[in-house]
């Protein structure tokens, strides 16, 4: 299957490579994370963001077994694109998708990918995850809050753990990565918060 879809994808029409990229997002092995780093480079942008779509799609496929050597294997890849033809569609797809594997594979993989702390909308994108997604998806996306930090992921965090209309899993999460990335001052607002409130999972973090 993967050689006739790999005959496909030298097509010269793009929709003929963008029915083969979106369907090496159905395998459940690594075989076809080659070809989907490869097509990364194509001429096409609509080419491009379907195998972004696709390599999320494979690692939530995968046999849990296998997932982390494949996730180790794509970031390897993926860190000699270009950021943008990466970290966009992965925005939208952590933004827009409703299937929780798609949610938490985005939200690690955009911390080991990301090299700009001034990407807004991407760390708006995780710390909405952090304080809204479920379980799995709020620890990766704090994790990859860590791997990014800098003053715009310090202020979002702060904001979550401040903020006490915010459940206790999202404020402990965004507590637990403000330990990782604040600055003193960030450290005298916990002291503060630890003096305040009365989450106990909040005072435990």
């Known amino acids: 299957a993967l050689q006739s879809l790999l005959v496909l994808y030298d097509d010269n029409d793009e929709r003929v490579r963008r ?15 080659d070809p989907l780093i490869n097509a990364l480079g194509d001429d096409a942008s609509t080419v ?9 799609e494979l690692l939530s496929n995968v046999p849990t077994e296998k997932s982390h050597d494949i ?3 794509v970031v390897e890849q993926l860190s000699e694109t270009d950021d943008a033809t990466v970290v966009e569609p992965l925005v939208e797809i952590l933004r827009e998708s409703t299937q929780a594997a798609q949610q938490r594979n985005t939200a690690w993989l955009l911390g080991r ?15 909405d995850a952090l304080a809204e997604g479920g379980q799995m998806t709020q620890q990766f996306a704090a994790t990859s809050l860590a791997e ?12 979550i753990a401040e903020d ?12 637990f990565t403000l330990g990782k990335v604040g600055d003193e001052q960030t450290g005298q607002r916990l002291e503060k918060l630890l003096d305040d ?9």
């Open 113 to 127: 990918v990301m090299d700009d702390q001034e990407n807004h909308d991407a760390i708006e994108a995780l710390v």
């Open 19 to 33: 029915i083969a990229v979106s369907a090496f997002g159905n395998f459940d092995n690594d075989r076809p994370v």
């Open 71 to 73: 996730r180790e294997t």
């Open 164 to 175: 006490p209309g915010a459940g206790s899993n999202a404020r402990g999460h965004a507590v």
């Open 197 to 205: 409130t009365e989450d106990e999972q909040v005072r435990k973090k």
């Open 148 to 159: 990014i930090g800098g003053n715009h992921v310090e202020r979002n965090l702060l904001e």
């Open 48 to 56: 491009r963001r379907t195998a972004v779509f696709s390599l999320i």
